[in-house]
């Protein structure tokens, strides 16, 4: 791990949606160029917390800084988050009108209307290949691609304004295994490549054990855990236990 200075840090924060409470005095700090992987239960408000920092919500309470800055007005923190954090979310949430290469230029298009479309495309061109596709899916649309390279028209899409920030929900779910296998691959090397900062929501322990520095564990309305893989198999609690010490979880390990 690098171990360098928290670019997100959450204090004290709580989430309720009417009397259901989601966080409760959740704090995490998501350190400077690693990919820190989010897990929890089902309930335990993993995307509610990356809505929160992206100022797509609200909190009930709590504060959040990125980059220093305390973001209290979710209207300023997603204007200026538009620009420093790209985000892919679960379904890749492309544009199903839109052909792959003007689902990725449509955050150029709207952050930077008056660049040359010339240079838009061009652009936009480039971070599809980053991810591996041929040029030749440039002008397909998303209903003729397969679910593996949806998610890289999506992930090309969230690295279009360059960001430092890359949020991530669920990026491998719906994937067979060797495509998860390979998004993740895909993923270190863009994050080592480009030093991105990674939020990373998953399920999937393969994910976990082969790329993420760290480890948040949401349980209890917190943030029971923000460690090493290492440290995080060793807390005494009945959820982590379950999910690290599973069947699954010594099938995934690569030291079992």
Same mark, same amino acid.
């Given at each position: 791990?690098?171990?360098?200075?928290?670019?997100?840090?959450?204090? $004290? #924060?709580?989430?309720?949606? =009417?009397?259901?409470?989601?966080?409760? !005095?959740?704090? &995490? /700090?998501? +350190?400077?160029?690693?990919?820190?992987?989010?897990?929890?239960?089902?309930?335990?408000?993993?995307?509610?917390?990356?809505?929160?920092?992206? $100022? #797509?919500?609200?909190?009930? =309470?709590?504060?959040?800084?990125?980059? !220093?800055?305390? &973001? /209290?007005? +979710?209207?300023?923190?997603?204007?200026?988050?538009?620009?420093?954090?790209?985000?892919?979310?679960?379904?890749?949430?492309?544009?199903?009108?839109?052909?792959?290469?003007?689902?990725?230029?449509?955050?150029?298009?709207?952050?930077?209307?008056?660049?040359?479309?010339?240079?838009?495309?061009?652009?936009?061109?480039?971070?599809?290949?980053?991810?591996?596709?041929?040029?030749?899916?440039?002008?397909?649309?998303?209903?003729?691609?397969?679910?593996?390279?949806?998610?890289?028209?999506?992930?090309?899409?969230?690295?279009?304004?360059?960001?430092?920030?890359?949020?991530?929900?669920?990026?491998?779910?719906?994937?067979?295994?060797?495509?998860?296998?390979?998004?993740?691959?895909?993923?270190?090397?863009?994050?080592?490549?480009?030093?991105?900062?990674?939020?990373?929501?998953?399920?999937?322990?393969?994910?976990?054990?082969?790329?993420?520095?760290?480890?948040?564990?949401?349980?209890?309305?917190?943030?029971?855990?923000?460690?090493?893989?290492?440290?995080?198999?060793?807390?005494?609690?009945?959820?982590?236990?379950?999910?690290?010490?599973?069947?699954?979880?010594?099938?995934?390990?690569?030291?079992?």
């Amino acid at each position: 791990m690098s171990g360098g200075e928290p670019v997100i840090r959450v204090r $004290g #924060l709580v989430n309720r949606f =009417g009397a259901d409470l989601v966080h409760d !005095g959740l704090d &995490l /700090d998501v +350190p400077r160029g690693e990919i820190l992987g989010v897990v929890g239960g089902s309930g335990t408000g993993k995307s509610v917390l990356m809505r929160s920092i992206l $100022g #797509l919500r609200r909190p009930t =309470g709590g504060r959040i800084e990125v980059f !220093g800055e305390r &973001l /209290d007005d +979710p209207e300023i923190a997603q204007q200026r988050m538009a620009r420093r954090a790209g985000v892919l979310f679960q379904d890749g949430a492309l544009f199903s009108s839109l052909s792959v290469i003007e689902n990725v230029e449509l955050p150029m298009r709207t952050q930077y209307p008056d660049l040359p479309r010339q240079l838009r495309r061009d652009l936009a061109r480039s971070k599809i290949q980053l991810t591996g596709l041929p040029d030749s899916a440039c002008a397909k649309m998303p209903s003729e691609l397969s679910g593996g390279m949806r998610k890289r028209v999506a992930l090309a899409r969230s690295l279009a304004l360059e960001p430092e920030l890359l949020f991530l929900d669920e990026p491998t779910a719906g994937l067979d295994p060797i495509g998860a296998a390979e998004f993740d691959r895909l993923l270190r090397t863009l994050q080592q490549a480009l030093e991105l900062t990674v939020f990373l929501i998953t399920h999937d322990l393969d994910t976990l054990y082969a790329i993420c520095d760290r480890i948040a564990v949401l349980a209890d309305h917190r943030v029971l855990a923000n460690a090493s893989l290492d440290e995080v198999e060793r807390l005494d609690h009945p959820w982590v236990r379950d999910y690290f010490q599973g069947p699954r979880a010594r099938a995934a390990h690569p030291k079992r």
